[in-house]
């Protein structure tokens, strides 16, 4: 068998076993059978690392990238088709598909550029405001998610003076008192519903409303939530095709030099500022699009949802990941949204447990799931 | 405006900086000696208090029902078992964070920060409600036509001012004061002149921890109620007024806290429209003053090194 036929058999594979794996996961019920799964595993990828064939398979994979996105997105809609009729597993899904999106608006600041934001919660928040105060007025609803980026965008200017003037811990307290001030303000703000909050009304594209199940025949009728989860893969796929654009192009390498080096990137002639402005802005783009929406799918939204903790949930997701990995981000997405739903068991515990591990992760594997590798220049690259 | 309530907004306000200062003091000490943000600091405060009203409960159980000797008991269990889970925090979190990055040691005590407040809220008994944290000082009133003010305010607030005025005084005419800032000058400098760097951090950390049991006291003994979730937010306010005032500074930390509890009072004073967004107002100010002055008001004195 020849070598690049043997990756992609190993690629379509591993798929494969994602998809199943992911499907059992969230259809068992069962208390001990999820710990057994995430026990076996665990011992699976522990076993697999001491083995070698964890290396081999990234290599694998290192060397037929496109394969493996089609491959890894023909794994997310077979496990959504899986679940076409039950609400809740697709909520689940689409939520760890918006929370994807943001956290890539995160990673642009935390991971690329270096930027600290720690009001992820505040701008995403944005973005659901914007989409029920424009949910009832006639502008096209798609056109709402958009603004809900651009507005959140332009709330965030106002942060870009102190933010890049500032550094460090200076940096970090300026977005932590704008999150906070941005959850004062809405509690006690009565036009945008004050601590009770807002509904929102559902995504109607074209006359096509999200918020009625899909009636195929007499025996099948997908749940309303696949509308939602198809609108959040497909902005997924574009948020992702845009990261790694910006990754490989000289913008991500621009970020890059400011993160590792103000100093010397500024010698070589790269405008901090520019740079640190433009990384800010579009990363709280992504938060606002990917809250506008959150929110038209919940239909409603109050002001508890993105509260101090919300933003460090944010953090934390990109954190356990690997700083600026993409992939690193997903699965970590998946863990942190997915686990505290699954162990019902854990729910009165789970903020212990999870920042029990977070301390654990940070102490003993402090650049994450997935480190993000080096710059790799492969020519002749296409994407 | 009634001279009575103007007065009542002023000692209100004093005693918010009073507890803000000594929270901001904590951190302003952490920085100076490791460069490092223990976000944790407003948690271990609740921790402290938390202590502090377990004893109350203990010593009634066991007869002891002088609200003076309760006192004295409240304060120093609640302070010395703050000081030695501070020394532990950094013995087994700060420490080996030492040379990770800046945000790596924040997310860290961020996260020990829920772990203190989640044990609370689940182990504690009733965690999760409110619990009426007793009034130990005497409660007479002196009134002075329409304002009335109460002898436990005073005693609070001068035993605010003596632990601030301490902790100055530990810092700048102890030997210990010296050995902590000659460490937060320079900490290979102060390891070659013989100082115990590694005692030292966690004395500082002993010391700011235990200031922050002290306010949280305070807190209780003036408010009467604590909850759980009580540190987070005096954990920001502290950590923004140590900013504002400069990081690393003890005055710095002390004009923050007293700025930041005058901007809240001032947003609840002051504003037409409703004083529902003194909180709002507080953090703009905060926002635009770090926008003004990038290190502080009292900045740190250093130059790049590159």
Redesign the interface.
């Known amino acids: 068998m020849t070598q690049s036929l043997k990756d992609k058999l190993v690629i379509i594979l591993l798929a494969a076993v994602i998809a199943a794996f992911s499907i059992t996961f969230i259809a068992i019920e069962e208390q001990v059978e999820i710990f057994a799964l995430l026990v076996f595993a665990a011992a699976l990828v522990l076993g697999g690392a001491k083995l070698g064939i964890t290396a081999s398979i990234a290599q694998s994979l290192a060397r037929n990238e496109r394969l493996m996105n089609f491959a890894f997105i023909a794994a997310t809609i077979a496990v959504v088709f899986w679940f076409r009729e039950d609400h809740f597993p697709l909520l689940m899904i689409a939520t760890v598909l918006l929370y994807v999106i943001a956290c890539c608006g995160l990673n642009i600041q935390?991971g690329f550029t270096g930027v600290?934001n720690f009001a992820g919660a505040a701008f995403f928040g944005v973005g659901c405001y914007t989409a029920a105060v424009l949910g009832d007025t006639s502008v096209p609803l798609l056109l709402v998610i958009l603004l809900g980026g651009i507005i959140a965008a332009i709330v965030g200017s106002v942060?870009i003076?102190?933010v890049l003037?500032?550094?460090?811990?200076?940096a970090?307290?300026?977005t932590?008192?704008?999150g906070?001030?941005f959850r004062?303000?809405l509690e006690?703000n009565d036009t945008l519903g004050g601590p009770q909050g807002l509904g929102v009304s559902g995504m109607n594209l074209f006359g096509w409303d999200f918020n009625n199940n899909i009636e195929i025949s007499e025996n099948l009728e997908i749940s309303f939530y696949m509308n939602y989860v198809v609108l959040a893969l497909i902005m997924v796929v574009l948020t992702f095709v845009l990261m790694r654009r910006i990754e490989r192009s000289w913008i991500g390498l621009n970020f890059d030099a400011v993160r590792l080096d103000e100093?010397a990137a500024a010698c070589f002639g790269i405008n901090i500022k520019r740079w640190k402005i433009v990384a800010f802005t579009l990363g709280n783009f992504l938060a606002g699009t990917a809250g506008a929406l959150y929110a038209m799918m919940l239909g409603f939204i109050a002001p508890s949802n993105f509260a101090?903790?919300d933003s460090?949930i944010l953090?934390?997701i990109v954190?356990l990941g690997g700083m600026g990995s993409l992939w690193g981000t997903i699965l970590a997405a998946g863990l942190v949204v997915l686990l505290p739903e699954k162990l019902q068991v854990i729910q009165?515990?789970r903020?212990?447990i999870?920042?029990?591990v977070?301390?654990l992760i940070?102490?003993f594997r402090?650049q994450g799931i997935l480190p993000r590798g080096l710059r790799a220049y492969i020519p002749g690259w296409r994407g | 405006m009634d001279v009575g309530l103007l007065g009542q907004f002023v000692v209100n306000g004093m005693m918010l900086g009073m507890m803000y200062a000594l929270v901001a003091v904590g951190f302003t000490l952490f920085?100076g000696v490791l460069d490092v943000?223990k976000f944790s600091h407003g948690d271990v405060l609740m921790v402290g208090t938390f202590a502090g009203f377990s004893t109350y409960l203990g010593m009634t159980a066991i007869g002891i029902d002088n609200a003076f000797i309760q006192l004295i008991g409240v304060l120093v269990i609640s302070i010395g078992s703050m000081a030695i889970l501070g020394a532990v925090i950094a013995r087994y979190?700060v420490l080996?964070?030492k040379s990770?990055p800046?945000?790596?040691t924040?997310?860290?005590t961020?996260?020990?920060g829920?772990?203190l407040r989640?044990?609370i809220r689940?182990f504690y008994p009733d965690g999760s409600n409110p619990k009426h944290f007793p009034a130990l000082l005497p409660t007479d009133s002196w009134s002075l036509g329409s304002f009335t003010l109460r002898s436990d305010s005073v005693i609070l607030l001068v035993g605010g001012l003596l632990v601030i005025v301490g902790v100055n005084m530990l810092i700048n005419r102890t030997r210990l004061g010296l050995a902590i800032r000659a460490v937060a000058q320079d900490e290979e400098t102060a390891k070659c002149m013989g100082i115990n760097f590694k005692m030292i951090v966690l004395l500082t950390f002993a010391l700011g921890s235990g200031v922050a049991a002290f306010a949280g006291v305070m807190n209780g003994l003036y408010y009467n109620e604590i909850n759980f979730g009580m540190g987070?937010?005096l954990g920001?306010i502290g950590?923004?007024a140590a900013?504002v005032g400069g990081?690393g500074n003890i005055y710095g930390a002390i004009l923050g806290g007293f700025l930041f509890a005058g901007l809240q009072t001032l947003g609840a004073v002051a504003l037409p429209f409703?004083s529902?967004?003194k909180?709002?107002f507080a953090?703009?100010v905060?926002?635009?003053i770090?926008?003004w002055r990038?290190?502080?008001l009292i900045a740190e004195k250093t130059s790049?090194r590159?």
């Open positions: 935390f600290v942060l003076i102190p003037r500032t550094r460090g811990h200076y970090a307290v300026v932590i008192a704008f906070l001030l004062t303000f006690v100093t101090f903790s460090l953090v934390s954190l009165e515990y903020f212990l999870y920042a029990v977070m301390i940070l102490l402090p | 920085f943000i979190l080996p964070l990770a800046p945000l790596n924040l997310l860290v961020l996260m020990l829920t772990v989640e044990a689940l987070l937010l920001v950590f923004s900013i990081l409703a529902a967004y909180d709002v953090f703009a905060v926002i635009a770090i926008a990038p290190t502080g790049e590159v």
